[in-house]
């Protein structure tokens, strides 16, 4: 089946400083990607959808300065989480349509810790 | 504003049980329907979807019933084991509007040996 990575699975930062998050789909072209935050024992809330070539659309309340999004390539979007603060941390989690369809695969999620 | 929301937050099952998760949505513009496993510690995995033309569809030891007159889903699985233990998300969508999911809040399943 199809598969999307996601890299670092983990990653641990200090307060003030910047963290990227790779999203890969890897055995399909996805135009579009989605970028979501999940918090503990509760559901996925959608931060972005991610546009190959174009601009992202963020989600009313999510800061696109904050949450930068770059959608380089049909296979690879990243999430910038810029100055980062303890209350970014969370579970993020992002997507990927497969162009043939609308079948969404999701990647296995990173944990951020702002400490 | 538009919204998916679950009847259950828990639900137990022995071994061996068939388990309904309930969900209730309501966009009526909803046209594609989702159901996700969620383990703990990892994304979201595709389990079944169904279209709005269609009531019903099967996979293995699943299936969902879509009822869009009371605008209810439902996912059924048989003789639940216990690696089916999770959380349970349905998400909805809309691809003729915004083309984005938007999630349920979820359902932990409990399978007891």
């Known amino acids: 089946g199809a598969v999307v990575s996601q890299h670092p699975s983990r990653v641990i930062c200090k307060s003030g400083t910047s963290v990227k998050i790779e999203c890969r789909s890897l055995?399909?072209?996805?135009?579009?990607m989605f970028w979501y935050r999940q918090f503990p024992k509760k559901s996925l809330m959608l931060m972005a959808t991610?546009?190959?070539?174009?601009?992202?659309?963020?989600e009313q309340g999510v800061e696109k300065d904050k949450f930068l999004i770059n959608h380089a390539s049909l296979t690879l979007s990243t999430l910038t989480v810029t100055s980062a603060h303890p209350e970014d941390s969370s579970f993020y989690i992002c997507?990927?349509?497969?162009?043939?369809?609308?079948?969404?695969?999701f990647g296995p999620g990173t944990r951020l810790t702002v400490t | 504003g538009e919204s998916v929301g679950l009847h259950l937050p828990t639900l137990s099952v022995q071994e061996g049980d068939n388990s309904i998760i309930n969900c209730a949505y309501s966009?009526?513009?909803?046209?594609?329907f989702i159901w996700y496993k969620q383990e703990s510690g990892k994304g979201p995995q595709f389990i079944i979807d169904?279209?709005?033309?269609?009531d019903k569809r099967q996979g293995q030891r699943v299936t969902v019933l879509l009822n869009k007159t009371v605008k209810h889903l439902s996912l059924q699985i048989a003789a639940t084991q216990p690696g089916d233990s999770a959380v349970y998300f349905c998400?909805?969508?809309?691809?003729?509007?915004?083309?984005?999911?938007?999630f349920g809040t979820g359902t932990q399943l409990k399978v007891e040996l």
């Open positions: 997507s990927a349509r497969d162009d043939r369809g609308l079948e969404q695969y």
């Open positions: 998400a909805e969508n809309n691809t003729g509007g915004g083309n984005k999911l938007t």
């Open positions: 055995d399909f072209q996805a135009t579009t």
């Open positions: 169904i279209r709005s033309n269609m």
């Open positions: 991610s546009n190959e070539g174009s601009k992202a659309t963020y």
């Open positions: 966009n009526s513009a909803s046209d594609y």
